[in-house]
């Protein structure tokens, strides 16, 4: 298959939908995407981009197609509106102009804005290709539920610009179960639906470091609790800092935290506030390639959400990760992420937003046999290989792709394309000849 891939976020930005695009390219598939200048987290532009970035690009023999964007800054509501929105107009004005072929199916991820989805809409009302749009978050309801817009007026708007988005849609891929009744109740079919987990990268392995590896420098001695990833208001860093406040006596005990995001500088802050620089250590962003190492370290692995319906119904992707790596898991969350863990007997879970449950939960995992931990590691891989293995997923998303036939519309379409590609052929044949 001929396959465009519209995201507003792509290599070298650390999103799962790079790893996507590539093995579907090792499978034989002819890959292209649509995607904007990275700068996430930081919200700067990526070191060799300019205003424009490098309108085409290949990675890993994939053709990537980028289009000029506002970048997201410190993440102020109002850049990062700027910022969804410049993507949404570059990639409606210059998409079309950019992507010229022949595409068999059109895939748009979707871990926010879902105006993604806009400049892939565009193209199939323009050619007639069927949309697949795989939604990692829920609007309007995520951005009511991390603070970004509060206005009854524009959620309704929001609202009325989803059911529009989801009607259009050929195909609509959920990363919960719990997705599922909420999109309907905007009016999509439910026939259209279907369960798409996030799968843990192949990256995501097991690792065992020697005595003289350089990530040990950068950890303390004792036990660590390390969080990685997207340091935002949805992760609920308030409960974090609380808990190791309450358990900063206990010096032998490590708050490791290894990412980047918009609330970076309020948590390092609070960490000098709070006096908490002897056990809450935050190493920065790392490159994804090199986070196996980094969790080989840890002797627990943290993941945390804000206390909201919305989040309660997300599996939140570096559940995934944590469990493919081996590492006992501590979810400070509800709902559908918790229910993983346990189910996977890979770790210990606590209601989100209660600091002491989770402070106690840590001591749990301190005083625990370290076997016992080793063996929570061991049902997290094995329940991931079960659940979440890329390649029984990537072999399932070929099924679904196969299964989403274009329109009458477009079946016309590639018909006349084919004839007037045909009658070229033969009239450069008579002038070769």
């Keep these: 298959m001929k396959i465009l891939i519209v995201s507003q976020y792509f290599w070298p930005e650390t999103f799962c939908i790079s790893e996507l695009a590539a093995s579907l390219k090792e499978r034989g598939h002819e890959v292209e995407v649509l995607t904007g200048v990275p700068n996430y987290p930081s919200g700067r532009r990526f070191e060799g981009y300019g205003r424009f970035g490098q309108k085409e690009q290949i990675y890993r023999n994939i053709k990537i197609h980028r289009v000029p964007l506002i970048t997201r800054g410190r993440g102020r509501t109002i850049r990062l509106v700027l910022n969804y929105l410049s993507f949404v107009v570059s990639a409606c004005l210059l998409g079309p102009w950019l992507c010229r072929d022949r595409y068999d199916v059109i895939f748009v991820y979707e871990p926010s ?22 939604v990692q978050d829920l609007w309007p309801e995520s951005i009511s539920a991390t603070g970004a817009i509060n206005s009854a007026f524009i959620l309704n708007l929001v609202s009325r610009l989803v059911r529009f988005i989801y009607s259009r849609c050929d195909r609509i891929l959920v990363q919960s179960e719990a997705f599922r009744a909420p999109i309907e109740r905007l009016g999509a079919d ?32 004792g036990f660590c609790v390390m969080f990685a990833g997207n340091i935002g208001a949805a992760q609920d860093f308030e409960t974090i800092l609380a808990a190791a406040e309450l358990l900063k006596g206990h010096r032998g005990i490590h708050w490791v935290i290894v990412g980047d995001g918009r609330q970076f500088a309020w948590v390092k802050a609070e960490v000098q506030r709070r006096v ?90 301190y005083r625990m046999d370290p076997a016992e931990r080793q063996a929570m590691g061991i049902n997290g891989r094995a329940y991931c290989e079960r659940h979440f293995n890329p390649h029984l997923l990537i072999e399932r998303l070929e099924e679904i792709m196969g299964h989403v036939e274009p329109s009458k519309g477009a079946a016309q379409l590639h018909d006349r394309c084919a004839s007037i590609d045909t009658s070229r052929r033969i009239a450069d044949v008579g002038e070769t000849e």
């Design 113 to 134: 804005p879902v105006t993604v989805c806009l400049p892939a809409l565009l193209l199939k009302w323009l050619r007639k290709i069927p949309v697949i749009f795989w």
């Design 190 to 221: 439910p026939r259209k639906i279907e369960y798409y987990p996030n799968n843990a990268e192949a990256l995501y392995v097991p690792t065992v470091l020697d005595a003289e590896a350089p990530e040990r420098m950068e950890f303390p001695k």
């Design 276 to 365: 908490l620089e002897e056990t809450v250590h935050l190493l920065g962003r790392r490159q994804p390639s090199v986070m196996p190492r980094y969790f080989a370290l840890a002797d627990v692995m943290l993941v945390t959400l804000r206390k909201d319906p919305i989040f309660a119904l997300t599996i939140p992707a570096k559940i995934q990760a944590y469990l493919a790596c081996g590492k006992p898991v501590l979810a400070g969350i509800d709902g559908e992420g918790a229910r993983i863990v346990n189910a996977a007997q890979a770790g210990l879970t606590c209601p989100a937003e209660q600091p002491e449950v989770l402070a106690n939960c840590v001591l749990e995992f």
